[in-house]
């Protein structure tokens, strides 16, 4: 994997931050999660279900987020709120073909098409970091 290391633009945007990855595959979590980690991420959090994620969410200071819009064939709808009443941001991911299937109220939440690379998280968690508080 890449080291991002001499990017100290987004490891200082990460300064004591927290992500959430709420997705069902582990491979891609903890993919997801090294690279999140490598940007500078003080904590990653990985959820597989909605559950899991609320539960994060309740508990601790989430700056940015991924999300599956599909978790176990769950809808994340619930979480995508969340983050939204919370002025989180977030990125949806998807291996579905389509874009249809996004939770409600999720339109100008960028979307990730699985699998994606490196680069691409890399250009959507410093898109998502330029939003946060």
């Known amino acids: ?5 001499n990017d100290t633009a987004i490891r200082e945007a990460w300064r004591a931050r927290h992500a959430l990855v709420a997705e069902d595959n582990v491979i ?6 090294d690279i999140l980690n ?21 508990a601790h200071p989430v700056a940015i987020a991924l999300v599956d819009v599909d978790l176990g064939g ?3 709808e619930q ?3 969340t983050l939204s009443a919370a002025a989180i941001p977030f990125a949806l991911t998807t291996g579905h073909s389509t874009r249809d299937n996004k939770p409600a109220g999720t339109n100008d ?3 990730l098409d699985k ?16 939003r946060s508080n």
């Open 28 to 33: 891609i979590a903890l993919d997801a999660a």
């Open 79 to 81: 979480v995508t709120a």
């Open 109 to 111: 939440a960028p979307v």
């Open 115 to 130: 699998p994606y690379n490196e680069e691409t998280l890399r250009q959507t968690i410093m898109a998502l970091l330029s």
């Open 1 to 5: 994997m890449q080291a991002f290391e």
């Open 38 to 58: 490598e940007l500078g991420a003080a904590k990653v959090h990985i959820a597989q279900t909605v559950r899991e994620a609320l539960d994060i969410l309740a």
């Open 74 to 76: 769950a809808s994340t």
